[in-house]
């Protein structure tokens, strides 16, 4: 019965500093010009959505994901829904993807973080530059749009190390 306990309070304590995370990577991707090269700027929610799926599991990373989307669309003054929607399937089918094909590695994970975000900005690009029909959108594309992407890749390993230190602080020991 106490190692039940002692189980359940270590889940909650995992998803409570996960979450806790998830605000401060919110707090960090939208603090004007941190780590802003150029008008290209990491997306820090992505990676950790991604992070917490490949580790934790394909539902739980899933619903996490769009947790953290739904908090990415409040604080980014998008639709509602539409980033949540994205990362809860990027989620689901990239921990289902490095789970049965990708060994889990830094530059395996950096490499499907970068085409995760080019999938979600692109999509981002679409809905609110593309169709709106503003100017010069191939350069903007090129330069804000791809950077991004690359600059996210590069830091998530820093993300997926600190998923990984919350995990092994809050886990439970296997064996006696």
Do not use: H
């Not at 780590?35 to 934790?56: D, M, Q, S, T, Y």
């Not at 997926?160 to 809050?170: E, H, P, S, Y």
Request: with cysteine; net charge positive; charged share 15%.
């Amino acid at each position: 019965m106490e190692s039940r306990r002692r189980r359940n309070l270590q889940a909650t304590v995992r998803w409570l500093l996960y979450a806790l995370l998830a605000l401060l990577c919110a707090a960090a991707q939208t603090t004007p010009g941190f780590l802003a090269i150029g008008e290209a700027k990491p997306v820090f929610l992505l990676p950790l959505c991604l992070a917490v799926a490949v580790r934790e599991g394909e539902y739980p990373g899933a619903f996490f994901g769009a947790g953290a989307g739904l908090l990415w669309d409040f604080t980014s003054g998008r639709v509602v829904g539409l980033l949540a929607l994205s990362l809860l399937v990027l989620c689901f089918a990239s921990a289902v993807l490095i789970r049965l094909y990708l060994r889990i590695s830094r530059l395996n994970f950096a490499l499907v973080v970068s085409l995760c975000a080019v999938l979600v900005l692109s999509e981002d690009f679409l809905f609110y530059d593309l169709m709106r029909g503003y100017s010069g959108l191939a350069a903007r594309y090129l330069t804000v749009t791809l950077p991004t992407a690359v600059f996210t890749g590069v830091v998530s390993p820093l993300i997926l190390l600190a998923v990984d230190a919350i995990r092994n602080r809050t886990a439970p020991k296997q064996g006696l």
